[in-house]
């Protein structure tokens, strides 16, 4: 019965210089890599260069260790959304503030929130929410003084891989009575947005801001806080963003032409660019069809977006000495009974992969590791940390690309 201590994850060390040495290791199950260096130097890079504040969008990737290393690394504030988070957050890191981002909430989760871990930060995007706030929030009669509310308007998501421009954000023709409405019940004014995940230029930004501009000037009131939201991105194969730096440019110059006082503050809500370098996985492949490989982890694991909405991450194989077999495209099947679990890619490979080998599916730290499930029976939580570079990156300079695991896109 314990024959196979490897199924139990004892051949997998806890940390290890790369992939390659790990997959040497034979791990039954598929291992989350995770890499210290890369999330504390993407949070450097925001705390250093984004000319506002930054607070992490906890959704991207709530692992606790990551929570602290981004603390660790400057950032204070944090983007939640449940009230899960909130407690996850406040357990974590008590020092970091909170602000509840989730435009639509439960008044339980807004009264707690606010009474039992100091959130004053929420954002709105309807009437109905704002009275829901000052209800929640409200004590013996007497109404909170101190509350920060940020209205989402709505924007475009054209220029990003994700839409978020459906669910939520008030319309132009309904902002100005709840910017005039919130201004009222509010310490602190804020417009909000969100430009749609991985937007795959700084225009986004600037399109947005025309919003934000129409809005205050409609509204004629007082703002004290402009947060562009996340959709900050990363590289992924096909999608390779100009530098973050003129995305900060952009909104800076937006913001700077503003009609808001000197004293306004601008904030930034990254999720994606924080953690996407944070974490690769290493998968096995169990079976050879053609050019169909079925590896232990896909759509209910980690593989979410690489099934559901096509998403195609870098791949290599970890094989010693390399294959010399010219690469061509594969699609993957994850470990389940369901057909839904089906990669298309295309994934590139050398032509000789087969049933046994370990490839490295990179760039999993945002949205990857979060969206496990143990559906089936499959999934696993092994984790060994890394100190190689992740296999693409925005915050490694050109010169430095030489790190072995970088791979050509
Ligand atoms: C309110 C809010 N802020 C920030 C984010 C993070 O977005 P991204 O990961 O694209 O940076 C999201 C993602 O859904 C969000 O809903």
């Not at 590289?235 to 390779?240: K, N, Q, S």
């Not at 000495?321 to 009974?337: I, L, Q, V």
Request: negative net charge.
């Amino acid at each position: 019965m314990h024959n196979d201590h490897r199924a139990l994850g004892l051949a997998v060390p806890s940390t290890a210089d790369n992939a390659v040495a790990i997959a040497k290791g034979a791990p039954v199950q598929p291992v989350t890599l995770v890499r210290p260096h890369a999330a504390a130097r993407a949070a450097r890079f925001f705390v250093e260069k984004f000319p506002g504040r930054s607070m992490y969008a906890v959704k991207a990737n709530p692992s606790p260790d990551l929570l602290h290393i981004l603390w660790d690394s400057g950032i204070t504030h944090y983007d939640v959304a449940s009230l899960g988070e909130v407690r996850l957050v406040a357990r974590e890191l008590p020092e970091a503030t909170l602000c509840f981002m989730h435009p639509v909430k439960a008044e339980e989760a807004i009264h707690q929130a606010y009474f039992e871990h100091g959130v004053r930060t929420f954002s709105l995007d309807s009437l109905e929410e704002l009275e829901k706030i000052v209800r929640a929030t409200t004590w013996n009669g007497v109404a909170a003084a101190d509350l920060t509310l940020c209205v989402r308007i709505r924007v475009s998501s054209d220029l990003s891989k994700l839409s978020l421009a459906s669910k939520f954000g008030v319309m132009p023709d309904e902002a100005k009575a709840l910017l005039f409405a919130a201004r009222q019940a509010a310490d602190a004014l804020g417009i909000c947005f969100h430009v749609g995940s991985q937007a795959m230029s700084p225009d986004a930004y600037a399109q947005a801001m025309e919003r934000v501009r129409a809005a205050i000037v409609e509204a004629a009131v007082t703002v004290d806080v402009i947060d562009v939201g996340g959709g900050f991105p990363s590289v992924y194969p096909g999608m390779e963003p100009q530098a973050l730096e003129r995305y900060f440019e952009t909104i800076h110059r937006a913001f700077e032409s503003l009609p808001v006082s000197y004293s306004s503050e601008l904030w930034c809500e990254p999720g994606r660019a924080l953690c996407a370098e944070y974490s690769s996985l290493i998968v096995r492949v169990e079976k050879r069809r053609g050019d169909e490989l079925f590896i232990n982890d896909g759509a209910y694991g980690a593989l979410f977006d690489a099934a559901h909405i096509g998403w195609r991450f870098p791949v290599r194989l970890l094989r010693e000495p390399d294959s010399r077999a010219k690469d061509m495209a594969f699609s993957f099947y994850g470990p389940t009974c369901d057909d839904l679990d089906h990669m298309t890619g295309p994934f590139l490979l050398p032509a000789d992969v087969q049933a046994g080998d370990y490839i490295e599916v990179g760039m999993l730290g945002a949205y990857g590791c979060a969206m496990r499930t143990t559906f089936n029976g499959f999934g696993s939580d092994q984790t060994v940390i890394v100190t190689d570079e992740p296999m693409a990156s925005l915050y490694v300079a050109a010169d430095e690309r030489v790190a072995s695991n970088v791979v050509t896109l």
